[in-house]
């Protein structure tokens, strides 16, 4: 394989799943990362995992001196971005922190890439850019609608991207519009990992299957959904992982872009999930009704007919599978282990 992949945040939560389904392709992977919400064990555990050692180093995406070391020192055909800052409560509390990283640590590296003359890379973007859709299924060409300074950070990015590949069509960009990616690793060695508090919805019940929180509140039952409670378009980590293989091999084979949702196409509600985490953890878990959470919407969902004739991307994992690799991974000794 011509030229390494470079994954900027690829210690975190989908970074790390995706370093494992390039390697099994047979990339050359390296991981970039300044670890402000992941753990460094995380290398051991993913070279543990590949039987193969990791080549890491450690940085922020804003050092443009760091980055032409590392373009200096690697052949790099590629760069899929995963760093960001991702909590929309957060960039509400610091909007200008998350356009600083976000924003910022894009321009920083894209101009990094053009002086390498890489010119391509996979970005990870969310459902959030869609702000309350007027349809779902949610095609993507939907409005994008900031909703808050994380929302607006992503729109920015888009944005970015698509003004320069009009300026130069030599750059091309998989832009990956995420819904609501939840599960881990069948090992049980890496899953979601956060050092802030999580918002989502599948890292409380799991923090509340493992006796950490004592109850599961749910916001909203009186929404328009079969049940009152929010739905949502919940994608296994590992189809993830597989979306972000089939966009990089896209843009190395055919040197076109792409803005593609990857999700099942398919809403789950809240009582879904926590009655499916119920099963998988084996225990009725505990739950209070409560008032619905500002901002957000009764249904997300994903049109996928794109990613599908695009990429030739089908998710192939289910919800109870989300909830039994999660289980597996919050009750795994190297979790509990890890320093
Ligand atoms: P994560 O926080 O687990 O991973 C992000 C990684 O980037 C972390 O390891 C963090 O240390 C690193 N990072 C952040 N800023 C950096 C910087 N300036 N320099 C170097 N490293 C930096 O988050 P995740 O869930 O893996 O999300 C990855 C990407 O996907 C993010 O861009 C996020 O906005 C996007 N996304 C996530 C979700 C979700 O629900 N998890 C949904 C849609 C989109
Ligand atoms: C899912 C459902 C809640 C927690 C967020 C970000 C978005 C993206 C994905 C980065 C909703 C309900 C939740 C809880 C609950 N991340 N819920 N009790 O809001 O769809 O999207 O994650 O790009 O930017 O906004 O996901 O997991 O927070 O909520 O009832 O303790 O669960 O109301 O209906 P969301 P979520």
């Not at 555990?45 to 032409?68: K, M, Q, W």
């Not at 398919?266 to 009582?271: A, H, I, R």
Request: proline letters at 6%; aromatic letters at 8%; glycine letters at 10%.
């Amino acid at each position: 394989m011509a030229g390494k992949i470079l994954l900027a945040g690829g210690a975190g939560y989908i970074g790390s799943h995706t370093y494992l389904a390039l390697v099994a392709a047979g990339f050359e992977v390296i991981i970039f990362d300044n670890f402000v919400n992941s753990h460094p064990s995380v290398t051991e555990r993913l070279a543990e995992i590949s039987g193969a050692p990791v080549t890491c180093v450690t940085g922020d995406v804003r050092d443009s001196a760091a980055l032409d070391r590392l373009f200096a020192e690697h052949d790099i055909a590629a760069v899929v971005h995963f760093a960001a800052l991702k909590s929309v409560a957060d960039s509400v509390k610091d909007p200008l922190g998350y356009l600083d990283n976000n924003l910022g640590g894009l321009v920083t590296l894209l101009a990094a890439m053009d002086r390498a003359r890489c010119r391509n890379l996979v970005f990870s973007s969310s459902a959030t850019v869609y702000g309350i859709p007027d349809e779902t299924p949610t095609p993507e060409t939907a409005e994008r609608r900031a909703m808050n300074p994380y929302g607006r950070s992503k729109i920015m990015c888009e944005e970015v991207l698509e003004e320069l590949a009009t300026a130069d069509p030599g750059w091309a960009f998989g832009i990956l519009r995420y819904f609501n990616p939840a599960g881990a690793h069948p090992s049980g060695l890496i899953g979601e990992d956060p050092k802030d508090v999580p918002n989502n919805l599948m890292p409380f019940v799991a923090k509340v299957a493992i006796g950490e929180i004592a109850q599961i509140k749910v916001f909203g039952n009186d929404y328009p959904t079969p049940d009152g409670t929010g739905v949502r378009d919940y994608i296994h980590v590992e189809d993830l992982a597989r979306g972000h293989l089939l966009s990089l091999q896209s843009l190395l084979s055919t040197g076109q872009g792409h803005v593609v949702n990857l999700g099942t196409g398919k809403g789950q509600s809240v009582l879904d999930v926590i009655n499916a985490y119920s099963a998988a953890c084996g225990q009725d878990l505990p739950f209070v009704f409560e008032a619905r959470r500002p901002g957000d919407v009764p249904i997300y969902c994903a049109q996928t007919d794109l990613a599908k004739s695009v990429l030739g991307f089908e998710t192939e994992k289910s919800l109870a599978d989300m909830c039994e690799s999660s289980w597996h991974w919050v009750t795994s000794q190297a979790h509990l282990k890890r320093p």
